[in-house]
């Protein structure tokens, strides 16, 4: 009797650590699995530091509500899981993007490289990612719908590319950590945006301290 009372407790407790994990196969130390892509939470720090020092200046600098560290987290994370998506979409389906189709403008290289010294490196890695998301949509909807994208059919071209890597990452049953407060859908709790926008939609009643971005020089 006491072995089957320990057995089921130990039935219980690795039933709840599933739960908490998701159904995906989730891993020590990541922030999101995706497929075989494994996201570590140390890149995830690393990146949202860079996400919240760079968002943090430009709301700064536009007089805006800069967001709170935490959304930008969850807003990392869900960029991942999408790009990973949108990745194994791409390589099933045999779209090949040239660099070239997502580089940053070399001005705003430049400009990122003067005013955040050594951070540009992780700001630059995260915008990229953001840029190689959307390149990727278009190219997905661009297939899907048959189409080639003009200024006319443009929305719409990115949301059938949208719908297509959703559908993948639903596919590929994702694992998030629960901390981040983004679903298995990459959907984030509370709102959504993109890194390549001036700011993270954040209530200051609800969150934290707003990100702080660097001092502006004369």
């Not at 189409?147 to 639903?170: K, R």
């Amino acid at each position: 009797m006491p072995r089957s009372v320990r057995t089921r407790r130990l039935i219980v407790a690795a039933a709840a650590t599933l739960a908490l994990a998701g159904c995906g196969a989730n891993h020590p130390g990541d922030a999101t699995v995706v497929g075989s892509a494994q996201f570590a939470m140390s890149d995830l720090d690393r990146l949202a530091d860079a996400g919240c020092l760079f968002l943090g200046t430009q709301a700064a600098a536009q007089g805006a509500q800069a967001p709170d560290p935490g959304s930008v987290r969850s807003l990392v994370a869900a960029q991942e899981m999408q790009l990973q998506a949108a990745r194994s979409l791409a390589a099933e389906d045999g779209i090949e993007l040239e660099p070239s189709a997502y580089a940053i403008d070399p001005a705003q290289v430049t400009q990122i490289d003067d005013t955040f010294g050594s951070d540009a490196d992780d700001i630059l890695e995260l915008l990229e990612k953001d840029y190689e998301n959307v390149a990727l949509r278009s190219a997905i909807g661009e297939q899907e719908l048959g189409v080639d994208t003009t200024a006319e059919n443009q929305q719409q071209v990115q949301q059938a590319g949208a719908e297509a890597v959703a559908a993948e990452l639903e596919r590929l049953d994702p694992a998030v950590d629960p901390r981040l407060g983004v679903s298995d859908s990459a959907e984030i709790v509370g709102g959504t945006g993109s890194l390549s926008v001036a700011q993270v939609a954040a209530d200051p009643a609800e969150t934290g301290e707003p990100c702080q971005g660097v001092e502006p020089t004369e």
